[in-house]
């Protein structure tokens, strides 16, 4: 669907969550010097573009997340104590080209304008990996290596094999993760009618079928913890108040418990945490965890916890809360709402897999929708993609009057 923004915007919104989540892609094709001018020349374009549209005054800083600024003051600090600075340079500027991006993200677009760019994004990684896997299967019949001689296969032509593939990203974790948020976002869009029928259940089957390619157990996993969602979500529009706070304390004591136990079941995970305690950590990323752990310390993961934690509970009211309408009012919930909290859901579950091409796309996301709700957080009349109808309609002259006598009364 092409969604009401100008070109610029709408081109660099799609290229930077197509080059978040393609992986290996610009390297494999254009070798480093070509990923680093690719990301420098969307960088430049992004804060130039920010500055000409005025997008930077949206950022009042009192009303960012006060978690993420300490997490991001932690990074810029930790670049000085790190026993590796070059190292962590790199890795902090990384994540910070990943931040403008989700900067630039949240203040040009609204959530429809978001999920329409997402979904764009995603169907090119997997529309062209299935050609690109198709093509290395029929014509190539052998593994496919980088153009520019670096090490590893871009493609192993198994797709008549059973996989797993590879796409255009070089990782099955980037693409299976990649088929999960597609499928996600274009169902979404489908429930609201943002989309056309017919081109949108054939998003899902391809996606579902790059998804059982792929062989990934995580991105399954993200899938059924969205699914678990979504149905808690939609009970939870349903009951009162009080029940909802309930039933958000027993999901948050179950992702708990769920993300102790994974980290029990992951070695590597609890090596890490003894080695940080012992002051003798190595570097070598694993996952968002561990990456954040590795260069900001435990300091860095706690606050890494709040972020999450605080994003969670206002992307939970996001989804539960009737939105405002111009007047103040309760309008119906679209299922546009949803996706903030499916979102962060995914991410936390990839967040535990040892794939550091996703970290960055991680921290995208994470970054988005946490500046995205709590920006949103006290609006009215937001932009959800459900028109005017749902509106309320103003009050009668007569009606005003009743009620202004009613409370004076």
Excluded at 31 to 51: E, K
Excluded at 124 to 134: A, D, H
């Amino acid at each position: 669907m092409r969604f009401p923004t100008d070109a610029a915007t709408r081109s660099l919104a799609v290229l930077i969550l197509f080059t978040a989540f393609s992986g290996d892609f610009w390297p494999n094709l254009l070798g480093p010097g070509g990923r680093f001018g690719v990301l420098a020349a969307l960088t430049i374009a992004t804060a130039g573009l920010m500055t000409v549209r005025r997008l930077w005054s949206k950022l009042v800083i009192w009303r960012l997340p006060r978690t993420l600024l300490l997490l991001g003051v932690v990074g810029v600090l930790s670049v000085a104590w790190s026993g590796q600075a070059a190292t962590a340079a790199v890795v902090g500027l990384g994540l910070a080209a990943a931040s403008l991006g989700a900067l630039f993200l949240t203040t040009a677009l609204g959530w429809p304008q978001l999920l329409a760019a997402l979904s764009t994004a995603l169907c090119w990684v997997l529309g062209l990996s299935v050609v690109f896997e198709f093509v290395a299967a029929v014509f190539v019949r052998q593994p496919v290596h980088p153009f520019w001689g670096q090490a590893g296969v871009w493609s192993n032509a198994d797709l008549f094999r059973g996989g797993p593939v590879l796409g255009i990203a070089g990782d099955p974790a980037v693409l299976a993760f990649a088929a999960v948020l597609a499928a996600a976002s274009v169902a979404l869009q489908l429930a609201q009618g943002l989309r056309r029928r017919n081109p949108a259940v054939a998003w899902l089957v391809i996606a579902a079928l790059v998804l059982g390619l792929t062989r990934s157990v995580t991105a399954i996993a993200a899938l059924v913890a969205m699914a678990a969602l979504l149905g808690l979500l939609l009970l939870a529009r349903r009951l009162g108040p009080g029940r909802r706070m309930a039933l958000l304390v027993a999901i948050a004591a179950v992702a708990v418990a769920v993300g102790v136990l994974l980290a029990t079941f992951r070695t590597d995970v609890l090596a890490f945490v003894a080695s940080v305690g012992a002051g003798t950590a190595s570097p070598a990323a694993f996952d968002l965890w561990v990456s954040v752990g590795e260069h900001l310390g435990i300091v860095g993961v706690v606050l890494l916890v709040a972020v999450v934690v605080s994003t969670w509970h206002r992307s939970w009211w996001f989804a539960v809360d009737k939105p405002l309408d111009t007047l103040g009012l309760p309008i119906a919930s679209p299922p546009l709402t949803l996706a903030p909290a499916l979102l962060v859901a995914a991410v936390l579950v990839q967040s535990f897999a040892q794939s550091p091409a996703l970290v960055g796309a991680s921290w995208l996301l994470l970054v988005l929708v946490s500046i995205s709700t709590k920006l949103q957080q006290n609006e009215v009349s937001l932009d959800l993609g459900n028109g005017d109808a749902p509106a309320n309609a103003l009050p009668s002259r007569s009606a005003r009057t009743i009620r202004v006598g009613a409370s004076v009364s």
